[in-house]
């Protein structure tokens, strides 16, 4: 087993806060590493511009890092985060597609694509991706209480 695969099993088990965040950081770490010195320096000004809101800088080099490295899913995820915050939620939903199948585990897609349908009104299509994040996190914090949120919803909606 890989350290990212210890790491997810880790998570699985985790129920205090600290130590879910200190594991999800050690995920994080993992992911945000591409092997590749130059890449590192692309994906680092792509967070940059990220953080400086400048989302179409932030988006060329993010296209560039998947360019170089397909397979990598955080290309993938940062780029599907620059367009959610762009506005372009069609664009920000196939890349979150992109980052799932080269990482079926990855938390923060999951988190975004459950922000995203749940801004579109999709309470069913929210809980189904919840309750996916729940399979990799279940003590996520908030994560249950917001999964019962929807179920009550939904079932109060039902004829």
Same mark, same amino acid.
């Given at each position: 087993?890989?350290?990212?695969?210890?790491?997810?099993?880790?998570?699985?088990?985790?129920?205090a806060?600290?130590?879910?965040?200190? =594991?999800?950081?050690?995920?994080?770490?993992?992911?945000l590493?591409?092997?590749?010195?130059?890449?590192?320096?692309? =994906?680092?000004?792509?967070?940059?511009?990220?953080?400086?809101?400048d989302?179409?800088?932030?988006?060329?080099?993010?296209?560039? /890092?998947?360019?170089?490295?397909?397979?990598?899913?955080?290309?993938?995820?940062?780029?599907?985060? *620059?367009? !959610?915050?762009?506005?372009e !939620?069609?664009?920000?939903?196939?890349?979150?597609?992109e980052?799932?199948?080269?990482e079926?585990?990855?938390?923060?897609?999951?988190?975004?694509? *459950?922000?995203?349908?749940?801004? =579109?009104?999709?309470?069913?299509?929210?809980?189904?991706?919840l309750?996916r994040?729940?399979r990799?996190?279940?003590?996520?914090?908030? /994560?249950?209480?917001?999964?019962?949120? /929807?179920?009550?919803?939904?079932?109060?909606?039902?004829?």
């Amino acid at each position: 087993m890989n350290n990212l695969d210890e790491l997810f099993a880790q998570l699985r088990t985790a129920t205090a806060p600290l130590e879910i965040e200190a =594991l999800q950081n050690g995920i994080w770490h993992i992911w945000l590493a591409t092997g590749d010195q130059a890449l590192d320096k692309q =994906l680092e000004a792509g967070m940059r511009a990220l953080a400086a809101d400048d989302y179409s800088r932030a988006i060329a080099d993010f296209t560039h /890092l998947i360019e170089a490295r397909p397979d990598l899913p955080e290309g993938w995820n940062k780029r599907a985060t *620059a367009y !959610y915050l762009r506005g372009e !939620y069609r664009a920000s939903l196939l890349d979150i597609a992109e980052t799932l199948r080269r990482e079926p585990r990855h938390f923060g897609a999951l988190s975004g694509w *459950a922000t995203i349908l749940r801004m =579109l009104g999709d309470d069913k299509g929210t809980l189904r991706v919840l309750e996916r994040l729940a399979r990799v996190c279940p003590h996520l914090p908030g /994560l249950q209480s917001q999964m019962r949120d /929807l179920q009550e919803r939904l079932s109060d909606e039902a004829p």
